[in-house]
């Protein structure tokens, strides 16, 4: 059993007028095998928790702490958050021209378990995780995300996941830009992934279509860098009818 525990993050983020603070104080704590939803407006700073996490050179922590399992990982550089445990799922996936995903998924395998898979084992379990993504096998020869469509890219993330069996998943709006079949194919790896590794799972969503396939075990609303409602999957249901007004400045005024 693993935790991990946000306390009292404050996050600003470098603009071109100086650093802005985007988190005000976020406090959550997540545990193995537990899914949750982190929802709210856009600029709520639901994907600024994410890449703050994970250690993206533009984000700077400046109050707060993230532990995994009682060490603060913002003490580690980002290669060592991932060893640690912790896997981010880009909501926009870059490019790397020049390097296979084959070569490309080995190469990350081996950084984290410090030794390289058994070859023999680790091609069995790479055609078996692309076949249940639906993803043809030419694909492991294609360089990473280069001239992938936006569901071939989420399934390439939701690959890594399976793969790479983190203790932690942050699943960066790992549903937009996907039509309902594909979907429904990411969504059923996210559970494959969760249940097979019993990962923590922090799934970040403006919408709640995603959690009719992937049920949370609770929902945390962020509205303008702090978490305004915690609670259960009703609490999606809720937001599904009422949107977010509620929460919103206009909406006490």
Do not use: C
């Not at 071109?16 to 545990?31: E, M």
């Not at 694909?139 to 569901?151: E, I, P, Y």
């Not at 949370?216 to 409602?229: C, K, L, Q, S």
């Amino acid at each position: 059993m693993s935790t991990l525990e946000i306390r009292n993050l404050h996050v600003s983020v470098e603009t071109n007028d100086g650093p802005k603070p985007i988190l005000r104080g976020v406090d959550l704590t997540l545990r193995s095998g537990e899914i949750h939803a982190i929802m709210g407006p856009n600029g709520s700073g639901k994907s600024t928790l994410s890449y703050a996490i994970a250690g993206h050179p533009k984000y700077q922590v400046t109050e707060g702490e993230v532990l995994l399992d009682g060490e603060n990982i913002l003490e580690m550089s980002v290669d060592e958050r991932a060893r640690a445990g912790v896997f981010l799922a880009m909501q926009y996936p870059v490019e790397v021209p020049g390097v296979t995903v084959s070569n490309f998924l080995r190469t990350a395998k081996t950084a984290i378990d410090g030794e390289a898979p058994p070859l023999r084992t680790w091609v069995k379990d790479v055609k078996a995780a692309m076949t249940q993504l639906r993803m043809d096998p030419e694909f492991a020869q294609r360089d990473v995300n280069h001239g992938f469509s936006g569901g071939e890219k989420k399934r390439h993330e939701i690959l890594q996941m399976e793969l790479l069996a983190p203790k932690f998943a942050i699943l960066d709006e790992t549903d937009s830009g996907l039509d309902v079949d594909a979907l429904r194919v990411v969504s059923e790896g996210i559970n494959r992934a969760h249940e097979t590794t019993g990962a923590g799972v922090m799934l970040i969503t403006h919408y709640t279509r995603i959690l009719n396939y992937v049920k949370p075990d609770f929902v945390h609303v962020f509205v303008d860098g702090r978490v305004a409602e915690e609670g259960g999957p009703e609490l999606a249901e809720r937001l599904e009818n009422e949107g977010y007004d509620r929460f919103l400045p206009a909406a006490s005024a």
